[in-house]
């Protein structure tokens, strides 16, 4: 772990004048509106911390207070922004410095955006490795470009994700989540954006913050919602508070020096864990090079709240994603998800909890009654357990309780969860393997995959690339599974964009997406029907989503054999003579007493009542 600044030196710091001026001001702006009227300003200048500071009258506006934190060249300033201020600028002096503080309108129908749900899906990009445009700027920054380095900068930036939302829009997906965007200015492995050096400014690589807005705007206009991915947890090493901590405790250090977490997660739940292990889970750090954050620490929680809020409002996003996020201080989340659902209560918020178990991923959805009286705000978590028990049905030999059975069990533990219809299924992200290399290349296999995905009662979610059948090796190695898109940049012999290159295999499975994908989008019925299955049988697995008057029928024959499947076995829910189209070669027939179901694929039925 690099040495951490110490209090003698900040001391010594302060012996600089306020001449320098504020070299820090966050959040950079803010709204008048708000349902929470505070707000906490974070002023960073050589020996700020023992400064008056005076607000000019502004109706509305009161300054509350001020105080220091450890370091002399911080202070918070409390400010009260009521229902009657209005747009304008807040002059504010300190030290004899002014600071003029912007105060924006907030947009029309802000607070009642309508965030992500069942009715979406969604496409994960690494904006590093999708596409270059031209908006990213290399000088002054620690790591360059080499896209022969797995785990180096490729230069994919804002510019070429805009370029190409049309296609994403193309393909029947309604939500863009890009990996983190801002500021990673470190030395090595900077590109994947979980390292952040500033959290208020988009990564220059990519663009500006004013790039971002422009991307989020197009993307809204083609009916596309954009998911930010925020980093509550840790830092990177070069974030410029790791220079001048506010505080020794703004991080959560060890007496016996640097600790990493042991990722225990259970000892949260665990009745039986020993305190010393709950602790090292939350408080241990991810890495030397990811300084782990202690939200105990009450600027610092403001800080994480107002930043998240920021960015919500300042770019129009739709939802939110939480990377790490049990690793956070509990406390700390329950009032993060509130003040973050009091401003928006219908967005969305996926918390990101790595466990095959529903009962720990169910602990942190708003609406668990849970056993320890916690209480969580966070509508929705990613679907690991059910992740898992997907590729397990497709890898794994069929019997009573193994292969394409885990699916039907897996779902079935959905009576742990408060809202699992809100909960995100998906078929591999950039921490996971490519689905087509798991399932060994076997197409048939990966149809069944997202055909479930799209179909079930979650919201789906696709990693990009897999329209395409990309691959990596089985084994995780993060710099090729998140490999460039290819058509991406310029001189590309092969193009997912425009086809270029492609294989027939690769081309047929990019429409085959878009079919599937196009058609759930307009289907209401699988954005909010209800859902019965039965038990599967020789290797298919059957379920329907209905209401009244609609009806889709899924089967999953994971067999190489033509399947004939009698009707009788599900006489709730369909009969012979029903009228039905299947969804993805648009055949329309009269069903018999026996459904014949190709080998080794997906079949989809919609019926006409």
């Known amino acids: 772990m690099k040495p951490l600044i110490t209090l003698v030196t900040s001391l010594l710091m302060s012996l600089n004048t306020m001449a320098a001026g504020l070299q820090h001001v966050e959040p950079p702006n803010w709204w008048v509106g708000m349902r929470n009227t505070s707000l906490q300003l974070m002023l960073h200048a050589p020996g700020i911390a023992d400064a008056t500071p005076e607000l000019a009258p502004y109706t509305g506006v009161r300054l509350v207070a001020s105080h220091r934190a450890d370091s002399a060249n911080y202070l918070f300033v409390d400010l009260d922004i009521g229902a009657d201020a209005q747009p304008g600028e807040l ?34 990009v690494v904006p590093d490795r999708f596409a270059q445009g031209g908006s990213g700027r290399q000088g ?85 919602g954009i998911i930010q991915d925020i980093v509550l947890n840790h830092i990177g090493s070069d974030h410029w508070w790791m220079a001048d901590l506010p505080a020794p405790d703004w991080l959560n250090q060890w007496p016996q020096g640097y600790t990493e977490t042991h990722h225990a997660r259970m000892t949260l739940q665990d009745p039986y864990a020993a305190p010393s292990d709950r602790k090292r889970f939350t408080d241990g750090w991810f890495t030397p090079g990811m300084p782990d954050l202690n939200q105990r620490r009450p600027e610092l929680a403001t800080y994480l709240t107002q930043m998240t809020l920021w960015w919500i409002e300042s770019a129009g996003l739709s939802g939110l994603r939480t990377d790490t996020y049990s690793y956070s201080d509990r406390e700390f989340l329950t009032r993060w998800s509130a003040r973050v659902m009091q401003e928006y209560p219908k967005l969305n918020i996926v918390g990101e909890e790595w466990s095959p178990h529903p009962a720990v991923v169910a602990y ?6 849970n056993h320890d009286g916690y209480v969580s705000h966070t509508p929705s978590l990613m679907d690991f357990p059910l992740q898992s028990h997907l590729l397990a049905a497709l890898t794994e030999d069929d019997g009573p309780f193994s292969g394409i059975t885990r699916l039907y069990e897996g779902l079935a533990h959905d009576f742990v969860y408060a809202d699992p219809a809100n909960l995100v299924l998906f078929e591999g ?21 997202l055909a479930y995905l799209a179909t079930t009662r979650r919201i789906p979610q696709v990693f990009y690339g897999t329209e395409i059948l990309m691959q990596s090796p ?47 989008k307009r289907t209401t019925v699988i954005h909010d029907g209800a859902l019965m299955q039965y ?61 014949t179901v190709p080998p080794r694929g997906p079949l989809i039925l919609e019926f006409e009542h």
């Open 429 to 449: 992200n950039h921490d996971t393997p490519r689905l087509f290399s798991l399932l060994k290349n076997d197409v048939g296999l990966t149809k069944i995959a």
């Open 474 to 520: 089985v084994e995780r190695d993060d710099g090729r599974v998140r490999a460039d898109m290819p058509g991406g940049w310029s001189g590309d012999a092969v193009s997912a964009f425009t086809g270029a290159g492609l294989t027939a295999q690769q081309r047929d499975m990019q429409d085959w997406v878009r079919r599937l994908f196009t058609w759930r």
């Open 91 to 124: 002059v504010l002096t300190v030290a004899g410095t002014t600071l003029r503080y912007p105060l924006q309108a907030r947009a029309p129908g802000s607070a009642e955006r309508q965030g992500f749900g069942p009715r979406d899906a969604i496409y994960l």
């Open 364 to 369: 942190w959805q708003r609406g668990k009654r």
């Open 535 to 595: 038990a599967p049988v020789g290797g298919c697995y059957v379920f329907f989503r209905y209401d009244v008057g609609r009806s889709v029928m899924v089967v999953l024959n994971k067999t190489d054999k033509t399947v004939a499947l009698p009707l009788s076995r599900f006489p709730e829910r369909v009969a012979a003579g029903t009228r039905a189209r299947d969804v993805l070669s648009g055949q329309a027939f009269t069903l018999a007493d026996r459904l």
């Open 140 to 224: 002054g920054m620690k790591q360059g470009v080499n896209r022969a380095d797995p785990g180096g900068r490729h230069g994919g930036d804002l510019a070429g994700l805009r370029r190409h939302l049309g296609y994403i829009a193309g393909l029947g997906f309604t939500q863009v989540w890009p990996t983190p965007l801002v500021e990673n200015d470190s030395a090595t492995y900077s590109y994947h954006g979980y390292a952040a050096t500033d959290f208020y400014q988009v990564d220059p690589r990519f663009g500006t913050n004013d790039d971002f807005r422009a991307f989020a705007a197009e993307a809204k206009a083609l009916g596309v």
